[in-house]
């Protein structure tokens, strides 16, 4: 079963990876839009389409005045994409209208939630979410603020479509539905003790349409909390912030004029994930580029001030470029070098030789040393196991063999042992990345590729010229039940090997569907 599923997930995620994070996002969000506008004109939402129109464009014309001033005066490159992303967030989110009160109301939503990108920041990395700061300026100015019509059970099933797609490109799911379940469940018992005390009663099915369809907790999840700059690095730290914006929105709690529910909720939630995630935005500085192999280039940069990771976790590069496609200007590696090697950071890319590569391999093959390139954070769980006493799997195709490069060179660093089997698949055996600094650390390795690899040493093992299968790696490992798999590569190889991977003791995956 749980080989069933991860061939689905994994089938999936190759077919959202064709579009970034970002513009999934903003697809997703104006899919949303047009299903809106269509359901006002029967008045199956609260604007009318005249609303909605008016609202919309000033949210839009007021966040692009913003962020073209604002990149301007700081000499930054302006990108559309999020100016587009942050306005038709708050278009669901703040009050819509045709009268100057309730227009300047949006139009001081957009202006803070721009700003906010610029002067709520550390190091380089915002700190609250833009849409949720504009919400509450708006709702603070008294002109208009936020009214989430996104709740309403016409929009639902669009909603959840979309929300679905989206958290599933950003493997988001488990935390915005603890998020959903808990804000449902919390909102749900408010209601049945205010009823309570008033001697009150509600139908259940009611009860469930008001927390479940009617609420804003799912858009909530899905297009604000899910935001990967305002989110800790890791996975425990991220359900933590879920649980604690899903009490405070589903119970808001009262503070004068506002509350800390919807919004403030998430604010609260930004600034305990910030706590976790001090270590912000990072400059780096290019060293030098070194061929891994005829199509693996590595970059080596050095960074301008201690950045802290994790082997195995990643970091998000942003090129800026002119005429970024639909994959947009950032772009996740994994770190293949280790945290002794600090301050140089070292990441891998394969180079396109097809002459369909995109705007943004374009760029970053154009890198010179001594250019400066932005990391956005980092981020992962794809971490071995904290016991050094369980066994491990690591299975790489390609250049996926950057995380395990980092953690077996740390673990050679450091001097730490561990029972640890590497299954290694390449194309051929001149594209086996890092081999001889996979060779150093002594581990068992199990080599697919077509031809023979040339002096291969004696813990090495080539698989004959086999494609790499559920079966053949079973073969490979015939103790793979007691070990602990981490998988990474593209989702389509996650996919077939997921009969035999199911299998094992515990499986982690790190899937990229290319850039």
């Known amino acids: 079963m749980i080989g069933r599923l991860t061939a689905v997930y994994q089938r999936g995620m190759r077919q959202l990876g064709r579009l970034s994070m970002y513009r999934l996002v903003l697809l997703a969000l104006g ?9 006002s004109f029967f008045g199956l939402v ?42 038709a967030i708050l278009v669901f989110v703040v009050r819509p209208g045709l009268d100057v009160a309730t227009l300047a109301g949006a139009a001081i939503a957009a202006a803070a939630a721009s700003l906010s990108k610029y002067l709520i920041v550390w190091r380089g990395r915002h700190i609250l979410n833009p849409a949720a700061v504009g919400a509450t300026a708006a709702t603070l100015s008294t002109l208009g603020g936020s009214a989430w019509w996104v709740g309403t059970p016409a929009l639902f099933a669009p ?7 989206v958290l599933w490109r950003t493997e988001k799911l488990r935390v915005v539905a603890l998020f959903y379940g808990v804000a449902v469940v919390v909102a749900a018992g408010r209601t049945i003790a ?3 005390a008033a001697g009150a009663a509600m139908p259940l099915e009611t009860l469930l ?3 479940l369809v009617q609420s804003p907790y799912l858009f909530l999840g899905a297009f604000m909390l899910s935001e990967p700059l305002t989110l800790p690095p890791r996975r425990w730290q991220q359900y933590l912030v879920a649980v604690a914006v899903g009490a405070l929105a589903g119970w808001p709690i009262p503070l004068g004029v506002i509350t800390l529910g919807q919004e ?14 001090a270590r912000g935005a990072v400059r780096l500085t290019l060293l030098r580029r070194t ?14 001030r201690p950045v802290r990771f994790e082997p195995g976790q990643y970091l998000e590069l942003d090129v800026p470029h002119r005429h970024p496609d639909a994959r947009g200007t950032r772009r996740e590696f994994s770190i293949s070098s280790a945290p002794e090697d600090l301050p140089e950071i070292r990441i891998a890319f394969r180079e396109s030789r097809t002459g369909t590569a995109s705007s943004y391999k374009r760029a970053l093959a154009a890198a010179q040393p001594g250019d400066v390139l932005a ?36 673990l050679r660093l450091a001097g730490e042992t561990r029972d640890v089997v590497l299954v290694y698949a390449a194309s051929s055996s001149d594209e086996l990345a890092y081999r001889a600094e996979l060779e150093a650390t002594r581990v068992r390795t199990v080599v697919y590729t077509r031809d023979e690899p040339a002096d291969l040493p004696a813990h090495w093992t080539w698989a004959g010229g086999e494609r790499l299968t559920a079966e053949g790696l079973h073969r490979a490992v015939p103790d793979l039940s007691r070990r602990h798999a981490y998988v990474s590569g593209p989702p389509a190889l996650i996919a077939d090997l997921a009969p035999a991977l199911g299998r094992a003791h515990g499986l982690t995956t790190d899937a990229f569907a290319g850039y």
Do not use: C, K
């Not at 899919?31 to 359901?39: G, K, N």
């Not at 909603?159 to 797609?165: E, I, N, R, T």
């Not at 954070?377 to 196991?385: H, M, N, S, Y």
């Open 31 to 39: 899919v949303l839009t047009l299903v809106a506008l269509a359901l």
């Open 46 to 87: 609260l604007p009318s389409p005249a609303e909605l129109l008016a609202t919309a464009a000033v949210l839009v014309a007021v966040a692009a005045a913003v962020d073209v001033v604002a990149h301007r005066v700081l000499r930054l490159v302006w990108r559309p994409e999020s100016t587009l992303i942050t306005a």
């Open 159 to 165: 909603l959840l479509l979309v929300s679905v797609l």
């Open 194 to 196: 205010q009823l309570y």
């Open 209 to 211: 349409q008001a927390v």
């Open 264 to 277: 403030r909720a998430l604010l609260i939630g930004n600034l305990i994930a910030f706590a976790f995630a």
């Open 291 to 304: 061929a891994l192999t005829p199509t693996v280039q590595e970059l080596a940069f050095t960074a301008r």
């Open 375 to 410: 990391v956005t954070g980092v981020w992962g769980d794809f971490t071995l196991p904290r016991s050094a006493r369980t066994p491990v799997l690591m299975v790489a195709a390609g250049i996926g063999v950057t995380p395990f490069v980092s953690q077996l060179r740390h």
